[in-house]
Nanobody, 124 residues
Framework: QVQLVESGGGLVQAGGSLRLSCAASGRTFSSNAMAWFRQAPGKEREVVAAISWSGVTRYYADSVKGRFTISRDNAKNTVYLQMNSLRPEDTAVYYC?????????????????WGQGTQVSVSS
């Protein structure tokens, strides 16, 4: 079992930055691929960024490439999402996700564990 707790969300003006953190508990964190998803009102949950257990392989949605950076610290059981140049369309609830069965996770169907979510709101 892996429990995930996100933090770092909030309200920011367009062009600003936020860093999300996801603290994981459980003995297998370092072997889990991790990802950040987001869900805006009335829209489906979508992957934002993903990272393999080693940190070597990373994936970014086209909409965030060059602005967001995913990283992980296996010694601290934590995964991060640095978000720069935020836009109003980035407004959503952001969820941390983990999988034990895939090298990298980009589909909701591949997720084994979800965090409770943290709200990110970007004003224009």
């Amino acid at each position: 079992q892996v429990q995930l707790v996100e933090s770092g969300g909030g309200l920011v003006q367009a062009g600003g930055s936020l860093r999300l953190s996801c603290a994981a508990s459980g003995r297998t964190f370092s072997s889990n691929a991790m990802a950040w998803f987001r869900q805006a009102p009335g829209k489906e949950r979508e992957v934002v960024a993903a990272i393999s257990w080693s940190g070597v392989t990373r994936y970014y949605a086209d909409s965030v490439k060059g602005r967001f950076t995913i990283s992980r610290d296996n010694a601290k059981n934590t995964v991060y999402l640095q978000m720069n140049s935020l836009r109003p369309e980035d407004t959503a609830v952001y969820y941390c996700a983990a999988t034990a069965g895939h090298t990298i996770v980009v589909e909701t169907s591949e997720v084994d564990y979800w965090g409770q979510g943290t709200q990110v709101s970007v004003s224009s």
